[in-house]
Every structure is written in C-alpha cells, then in structure tokens.
C-alpha cells in the first residue's frame, strides 16, 4: 500500500470513528486534549509512514476521544 494510500485509509477510519463516537463534545475544553491530540496526529503520521499499526493509532485515538466524553 502507498503513502498516499495508508494516509487516506486512516483519515477515513479516524473520520468515521469521530462520527459513530457517543457521548462526547469535540469542542471540550481541557488542558490535556492538546497533547492527546500531538500524540494522535504523529501515531497517524507513524502509519501514513509504515512505523506504526492501525491498532496502535486505535488506542491513541481512543485516549483521545475518551477526554472529550462528556457525563450523562
């Protein structure tokens, strides 16, 4: 799979996850979502590059969404 492949093939899945997402505020406010979110982008640059798994992007991605969760 190419670069340009990989790259998409993530920001599709990552995209779609975002929308399924329940339960959360993208616009939250917290301290620590600006370096959830560093470490979410370079995972994601990790797999565009071939460094990293999908599984891996998945658990960045999950600590991520999980601090915009909101309380019901």
Not at 23 to 48: F, R, S, T
């Amino acid at each position: 799979m190419s670069r340009e492949e990989r790259q998409r093939e993530i920001f599709k899945l990552i995209s779609d996850a975002q929308a399924k997402a329940e339960g959360v505020d993208w616009m939250k406010e917290d301290p620590a979502i600006p370096p959830a979110e560093d470490e979410l982008n370079e995972a994601m640059a990790q797999y565009v590059d071939g460094t990293t798994s999908k599984a891996n992007v998945r658990t960045v991605y999950q600590k991520w969404r999980d601090l915009h969760k909101v309380a019901v």
